[in-house]
């Protein structure tokens, strides 16, 4: 098992790592949409935020040599689902023709009170 850390991706804001390395997999954390330069939540709608939540997993990811085309599975975590279609939509834009498997959920309040955090399984073989 290994810890990986990204300084291009913003730093955990508790006790755990940014991603693991297990085996010939990678299990990423949650991304909220925190921009690491700054270490402020970007600021707007989710289509905003569900971006640089991706952006903060392929910094995760990149730290071991990997892209969103090695990702297996997401998880997405919505404020709220009446968001879907938005986040959908660029969430479908950042993949491209890659489209792991997914479960997406809405939650009562996620950290910092961000409309949305993004985690994911990759292979790292």
């Known amino acids: 098992m290994k810890k990986i850390h990204s300084d291009e991706a913003p730093k955990a804001i508790g006790p755990y790592s940014q991603a693991i390395r ?3 997999l990678l299990f990423c954390s949650g991304q909220t ?3 690491p330069d700054t270490n402020k939540m970007v600021d707007g709608e989710i289509g905003p935020q569900t971006r640089q939540a991706l952006m903060n997993l392929l910094a995760v990811l990149k730290a071991e040599g990997l892209s969103l085309a090695d990702v297996v599975k997401t998880t997405v975590f919505l404020k709220n689902f009446r968001d879907f279609p938005a986040m959908n939509a660029v969430y479908a834009e950042v ?3 890659h489209q792991p498997a997914r479960s997406t959920v809405e939650v009562s309040r996620l950290p910092l009170d961000a409309l949305v955090e993004i985690e994911c399984i990759a292979e790292a073989s």
């Open 22 to 24: 297990s085996g010939g």
């Open 33 to 35: 949409p925190i921009v």
């Open 95 to 97: 993949f491209g023709e």
